[in-house]
């Protein structure tokens, strides 16, 4: 089982509200990303670092803001949470490349309602 | 046209039954295929790993890769129950760390 662990796993919360969503993993990966997934839809990839101190954005537009200050630790940010931020979001790691062959570890997920 | 195309199903089938599910893709540049399940409430886990075309087989699971047609399929014999799950489909190009994800396909085996 892979050692990716995000908290908390459900959040409810109001609008306005600042949320930061955590994303820990303990297999010295320095890839991390987190994904934003609605009920059945692709998972859309909202930012990535390929190590500490490197972060950018994902393909899917997102208000949401990363760090990555340890290798380990990818925590996300919302300073003002909105409806429409509505969603699951999935942390992932990968391995050093190893010619191509990177697979993606996924946390459980947090599952986020604002209200 | 989305990159990856996926049918969202549901699939339903007996427990027992040869299971086959598919994406299509448009970029020729992917070059490894990928198929993840995710159970309800969990995250994707990674099932099957494939580079360029062919067969690979682990299991009950067996994936192939048809780069000509742009098709890549997830078959599972002798369904189980507990093979009920969302199969998402994913795919990378060469020096590219970032997959591309399918819809999921939502497949229910029934006792």
């Known amino acids: 089982e892979a050692d990716i662990y995000q908290t908390p796993r459900y959040l409810v919360i109001g609008t306005g509200k600042k949320i930061t969503l955590e994303c820990s993993q303990t297999m010295g990966h320095d890839k991390m990303y987190w994904y934003q997934q609605d009920p059945g839809m692709e998972l859309h990839l909202i930012h990535y670092?390929?190590?500490?101190?490197?972060?950018e954005k994902g393909d899917l537009s997102s208000e949401s803001t990363v760090s990555r200050i340890r290798t380990e630790h990818f925590p996300l940010t919302l300073e003002s949470a909105r409806p429409s931020h509505t969603s699951q979001y999935l942390c992932?790691?990968?391995?050093?490349?190893?010619?191509?062959?990177?697979?993606?570890?996924f946390g459980q997920g947090t599952r986020l309602t604002v209200v | 046209q989305k990159e990856v195309e996926q049918d969202p199903g549901p699939l339903s089938v007996p427990e027992g039954a040869i299971v086959s599910l598919n994406c299509t893709y448009s970029n020729s540049a992917f070059q490894y295929f990928m198929w993840y399940r995710q159970y309800s409430r969990k995250g994707p886990e990674l099932l099957m790993y494939t580079y360029s075309s062919g067969n690979k087989e682990d299991g009950r699971f067996t994936a192939q890769v048809d780069k000509s047609s742009k098709y890549i399929s997830l078959f599972i014999r002798d369904s189980q129950p507990s093979d009920s799950a969302t199969y998402l489909c994913a795919m990378k190009k060469g020096g590219s760390y970032i997959p591309t994800f399918g819809r999921g396909t939502s497949l229910i085996v029934h006792p």
């Open positions: 670092s390929y190590g500490v101190n490197s972060t």
């Open positions: 992932a790691s990968s391995a050093p490349d190893r010619g191509g062959d990177t697979e993606a570890f």
